[in-house]
Protein backbone atom coordinates (compact mmCIF):
# COMPACT_ATOMS: atom_id res chain seq x y z
CA UNK A 1 0.00 0.00 0.00
CA UNK A 2 1.68 3.31 -1.26
CA UNK A 3 -0.41 5.94 1.63
CA UNK A 4 -0.08 6.95 4.97
CA UNK A 5 -2.91 5.85 6.19
CA UNK A 6 -5.02 7.81 9.72
CA UNK A 7 -3.37 6.63 12.53
CA UNK A 8 0.35 5.96 11.27
CA UNK A 9 3.62 7.67 10.60
CA UNK A 10 5.31 7.28 7.71
CA UNK A 11 8.43 8.52 5.12
CA UNK A 12 6.99 9.75 1.91
CA UNK A 13 9.05 9.26 -1.11
CA UNK A 14 7.66 11.68 -4.02
CA UNK A 15 9.19 11.67 -7.30
CA UNK A 16 12.93 11.30 -6.60
CA UNK A 17 15.54 11.63 -8.99
CA UNK A 18 18.96 11.50 -9.09
CA UNK A 19 21.24 12.24 -11.92
CA UNK A 20 24.95 11.99 -12.94
CA UNK A 21 25.78 13.77 -15.34
CA UNK A 22 23.68 12.97 -18.46
CA UNK A 23 22.89 9.72 -16.88
CA UNK A 24 19.67 8.72 -14.79
CA UNK A 25 20.54 6.84 -11.73
CA UNK A 26 17.12 6.87 -10.41
CA UNK A 27 14.09 8.33 -11.75
CA UNK A 28 10.40 9.09 -10.36
CA UNK A 29 11.20 6.93 -7.31
CA UNK A 30 7.53 6.61 -4.87
CA UNK A 31 6.93 4.72 -2.29
CA UNK A 32 6.27 5.18 1.71
CA UNK A 33 7.61 3.77 4.63
CA UNK A 34 5.51 3.13 7.62
CA UNK A 35 6.17 3.11 11.46
CA UNK A 36 6.32 -0.55 12.84
CA UNK A 37 7.29 -2.06 9.22
CA UNK A 38 10.32 -3.50 7.58
CA UNK A 39 10.22 -2.49 4.08
CA UNK A 40 12.90 -4.45 1.87
CA UNK A 41 14.52 -3.22 -0.91
CA UNK A 42 15.57 -5.87 -3.59
CA UNK A 43 17.01 -5.16 -7.39
CA UNK A 44 19.83 -6.57 -9.61
CA UNK A 45 23.29 -4.67 -9.37
CA UNK A 46 23.27 -1.32 -10.91
CA UNK A 47 19.45 -0.59 -9.89
CA UNK A 48 20.31 2.00 -7.65
CA UNK A 49 19.58 0.77 -4.29
CA UNK A 50 22.56 2.47 -2.63
CA UNK A 51 22.35 5.58 -4.41
CA UNK A 52 18.56 5.42 -2.73
CA UNK A 53 19.75 5.14 0.83
CA UNK A 54 22.10 7.66 0.23
CA UNK A 55 19.87 10.29 -1.12
CA UNK A 56 17.72 9.26 1.94
CA UNK A 57 20.76 10.47 4.04
CA UNK A 58 21.65 13.69 2.49
CA UNK A 59 25.14 12.70 0.92
CA UNK A 60 23.86 13.17 -2.59
CA UNK A 61 21.68 15.75 -4.18
CA UNK A 62 18.26 14.74 -5.87
CA UNK A 63 14.94 16.30 -7.15
CA UNK A 64 11.75 15.40 -5.74
CA UNK A 65 10.55 15.30 -1.87
CA UNK A 66 11.17 13.31 1.20
CA UNK A 67 9.61 14.12 4.15
CA UNK A 68 7.91 12.96 7.05
CA UNK A 69 4.39 12.39 8.59
CA UNK A 70 3.26 11.67 12.29
CA UNK A 71 0.48 10.26 12.79
CA UNK A 72 -1.31 13.50 14.00
CA UNK A 73 -0.96 14.64 10.94
CA UNK A 74 1.67 17.24 11.24
CA UNK A 75 5.29 17.17 8.94
CA UNK A 76 8.15 17.35 11.13
CA UNK A 77 12.23 16.49 10.94
CA UNK A 78 13.01 13.75 10.06
CA UNK A 79 15.80 11.22 12.97
CA UNK A 80 17.10 8.48 10.62
CA UNK A 81 19.60 5.88 11.94
CA UNK A 82 21.74 4.57 10.07
CA UNK A 83 24.04 0.68 9.69
CA UNK A 84 26.07 0.69 6.23
CA UNK A 85 26.86 -2.66 4.53
CA UNK A 86 30.58 -2.59 5.39
CA UNK A 87 33.28 -0.01 7.23
CA UNK A 88 36.56 0.70 6.55
CA UNK A 89 38.27 0.24 10.45
CA UNK A 90 40.47 -2.58 9.56
CA UNK A 91 43.69 -1.27 11.33
CA UNK A 92 42.21 1.51 13.72
CA UNK A 93 42.82 1.25 17.40
CA UNK A 94 39.40 2.47 18.34
CA UNK A 95 37.46 0.50 20.75
CA UNK A 96 33.96 0.04 20.72
CA UNK A 97 33.99 2.11 23.95
CA UNK A 98 35.82 5.14 21.93
CA UNK A 99 33.21 4.76 18.96
CA UNK A 100 30.42 5.08 20.98
CA UNK A 101 31.85 7.47 23.32
CA UNK A 102 32.63 10.10 21.20
CA UNK A 103 29.32 9.98 19.08
CA UNK A 104 27.34 10.44 22.66
CA UNK A 105 30.17 12.87 24.43
CA UNK A 106 31.43 16.08 23.71
CA UNK A 107 34.36 15.53 25.29
CA UNK A 108 37.24 14.11 24.78
CA UNK A 109 37.19 10.03 24.62
CA UNK A 110 41.06 9.48 24.43
CA UNK A 111 41.37 11.69 27.54
CA UNK A 112 38.35 11.21 29.80
CA UNK A 113 36.84 7.80 30.96
CA UNK A 114 33.54 8.20 32.41
CA UNK A 115 32.35 5.04 34.67
CA UNK A 116 29.02 6.25 34.12
CA UNK A 117 29.30 6.89 30.07
CA UNK A 118 30.90 3.32 29.89
CA UNK A 119 27.61 2.26 31.97
CA UNK A 120 25.53 3.57 29.98
CA UNK A 121 27.07 2.41 26.49
CA UNK A 122 27.18 -1.04 28.08
CA UNK A 123 23.94 -0.95 28.50
CA UNK A 124 23.02 0.40 25.08
CA UNK A 125 25.13 -2.66 23.80
CA UNK A 126 23.63 -5.46 25.81
CA UNK A 127 20.00 -4.44 23.81
CA UNK A 128 21.91 -6.22 21.05
CA UNK A 129 23.44 -8.70 23.15
CA UNK A 130 26.90 -7.04 22.39
CA UNK A 131 28.19 -5.45 26.35
CA UNK A 132 31.20 -7.84 26.07
CA UNK A 133 32.34 -6.35 22.63
CA UNK A 134 32.77 -2.72 24.84
CA UNK A 135 36.50 -3.03 25.11
CA UNK A 136 37.27 -4.86 21.85
CA UNK A 137 39.15 -3.23 18.71
CA UNK A 138 36.72 -2.40 16.12
CA UNK A 139 39.58 -3.77 13.62
CA UNK A 140 39.02 -7.14 15.89
CA UNK A 141 35.09 -7.64 15.49
CA UNK A 142 33.86 -10.35 13.45
CA UNK A 143 31.31 -9.08 10.83
CA UNK A 144 28.07 -10.05 12.63
CA UNK A 145 29.72 -8.27 16.28
CA UNK A 146 30.52 -4.94 14.23
CA UNK A 147 27.04 -5.38 12.39
CA UNK A 148 25.77 -5.89 16.23
CA UNK A 149 27.66 -2.91 17.99
CA UNK A 150 26.70 -0.41 14.61
CA UNK A 151 22.65 -1.44 14.94
CA UNK A 152 23.13 -0.51 18.60
CA UNK A 153 25.11 2.73 17.69
CA UNK A 154 22.40 3.32 14.56
CA UNK A 155 19.55 3.52 17.94
CA UNK A 156 21.57 6.71 19.66
CA UNK A 157 18.82 9.21 19.23
CA UNK A 158 15.66 6.63 18.68
CA UNK A 159 15.48 7.93 15.17
CA UNK A 160 12.23 7.52 12.76
CA UNK A 161 13.90 5.59 10.64
CA UNK A 162 16.61 2.85 10.70
CA UNK A 163 18.14 2.27 7.02
CA UNK A 164 19.92 -1.02 6.57
CA UNK A 165 22.33 -1.18 3.30
CA UNK A 166 22.81 -4.68 3.35
CA UNK A 167 23.80 -5.36 6.96
CA UNK A 168 24.16 -8.91 6.92
CA UNK A 169 27.15 -9.47 5.34
CA UNK A 170 29.93 -11.93 6.46
CA UNK A 171 27.20 -13.40 9.00
CA UNK A 172 26.49 -17.28 9.81
CA UNK A 173 23.43 -18.90 9.92
CA UNK A 174 23.10 -18.36 13.66
CA UNK A 175 24.07 -14.37 13.23
CA UNK A 176 21.45 -13.67 10.65
CA UNK A 177 18.30 -15.49 12.50
CA UNK A 178 19.61 -13.24 15.84
CA UNK A 179 19.97 -10.44 13.69
CA UNK A 180 16.53 -10.85 12.34
CA UNK A 181 14.57 -11.54 15.14
CA UNK A 182 15.70 -8.38 16.77
CA UNK A 183 14.75 -6.47 13.84
CA UNK A 184 11.42 -7.46 14.59
CA UNK A 185 11.78 -6.59 18.08
CA UNK A 186 12.71 -3.08 17.37
CA UNK A 187 9.73 -2.30 14.86
CA UNK A 188 7.65 -3.57 17.35
CA UNK A 189 8.30 -2.18 20.83
CA UNK A 190 10.08 1.24 19.09
CA UNK A 191 7.29 1.56 16.52
CA UNK A 192 10.58 2.59 14.10
CA UNK A 193 10.32 2.16 10.23
CA UNK A 194 13.36 0.02 8.49
CA UNK A 195 14.08 0.26 5.41
CA UNK A 196 16.69 -2.48 4.25
CA UNK A 197 18.50 -3.33 1.09
CA UNK A 198 18.68 -6.73 1.02
CA UNK A 199 19.54 -9.84 -1.58
CA UNK A 200 18.88 -12.63 0.46
CA UNK A 201 15.31 -13.34 -0.72
CA UNK A 202 14.41 -16.24 1.99
CA UNK A 203 15.07 -13.84 5.00
CA UNK A 204 13.06 -11.18 2.82
CA UNK A 205 10.38 -13.24 2.28
CA UNK A 206 10.11 -14.02 6.38
CA UNK A 207 11.22 -10.97 7.73
CA UNK A 208 9.45 -8.29 5.69
CA UNK A 209 6.21 -6.66 5.99
CA UNK A 210 6.59 -5.26 2.39
CA UNK A 211 9.17 -5.29 -0.54
CA UNK A 212 10.24 -2.80 -3.05
CA UNK A 213 11.91 -3.82 -6.35
CA UNK A 214 13.56 -1.09 -7.60
CA UNK A 215 15.33 -0.91 -10.93
CA UNK A 216 16.24 3.21 -11.77
CA UNK A 217 12.79 3.63 -10.62
CA UNK A 218 10.02 1.53 -8.41
CA UNK A 219 8.72 -1.59 -10.51
CA UNK A 220 6.65 -3.44 -7.92
CA UNK A 221 5.87 -2.23 -4.11
CA UNK A 222 3.72 -5.36 -2.44
CA UNK A 223 3.74 -7.85 0.28
CA UNK A 224 6.31 -10.89 -0.08
CA UNK A 225 4.49 -13.51 -0.96
CA UNK A 226 2.81 -11.76 -4.17
CA UNK A 227 6.34 -9.79 -4.81
CA UNK A 228 8.35 -12.90 -4.60
CA UNK A 229 6.13 -15.25 -7.06
CA UNK A 230 5.21 -12.75 -9.46
CA UNK A 231 6.41 -11.84 -13.08
CA UNK A 232 8.08 -8.78 -12.19
CA UNK A 233 10.26 -10.18 -9.91
CA UNK A 234 10.81 -13.59 -12.15
CA UNK A 235 11.73 -11.33 -15.24
CA UNK A 236 14.08 -9.16 -12.67
CA UNK A 237 16.34 -11.50 -12.15
CA UNK A 238 15.65 -14.03 -14.93
CA UNK A 239 14.04 -16.64 -13.04
CA UNK A 240 11.64 -19.31 -15.12
CA UNK A 241 8.36 -20.83 -13.66
CA UNK A 242 10.61 -23.63 -12.66
CA UNK A 243 12.03 -21.68 -10.36
CA UNK A 244 15.51 -21.72 -11.97
CA UNK A 245 17.79 -18.99 -12.71
Not at 7 to 17: A, E, F, M, Q, R
Not at 28 to 39: A, D, L, P, S, Y
Request: proline share 3%; charged share 25%; with cysteine.
Amino acid sequence: MNTCGQGYCCTKIDNLTVTKGSDTILSKVNFHIHCGEITSIIGRNGAGKTTLIRALLGEIKYSGKISFHHHTGAQKSLKIGYVPQKLNLDNSPSSVYDIFASFISDKPVFLFKSKKLYAQIQMQLAEFGAELLIDKRISELSGGELQRVMLSLAMIPLPDILLLDEPVSGMDRDGLDMFYKKLIDLKSKNDIAILMVSHDFDYVSRYSDRVILLNKTVLEDNTPDILLSGNNFKREFRIDFGGKR
